[in-house]
């Protein structure tokens, strides 16, 4: 059974959506080494995927919102953690 929902552009116009259900292909971390040692992993995990009923881009395919959130893992040197915890 589709769910839907409505929606509201930036541009203020408001429309319809599609709730799709989906899967996951794998969730890759971004890792990055800061100049203090610390490695921080961010990866962007989907919440839910939209597709906008009606509503094309530049190439003819239907136009899709994904909600997502960023999950962050920061291991840091023991030099820079506090002391005492």
């Known amino acids: 059974m589709e769910r839907k929902k409505k929606l509201k552009l930036p541009n203020g116009q408001e429309v319809d959506a599609t709730v799709l259900s989906f899967q996951g292909g794998g969730e890759h971390w971004n890792e990055y080494l800061v100049d203090d040692g610390t490695v921080i992993r961010v990866k962007l995990v989907a919440t839910e995927v939209l597709r906008?009923?009606?509503?094309?881009?530049?190439?003819?395919?239907?136009?899709?919102?994904?909600?997502?959130?960023?999950?962050?893992?920061v291991s840091s040197p023991d030099k820079l953690k506090r002391k005492g915890s």
Do not use: E, F, K
């Open 52 to 73: 906008l009923d009606g509503q094309y881009d530049a190439q003819d395919n239907p136009i899709y919102l994904l909600q997502s959130t960023n999950v962050m893992a």
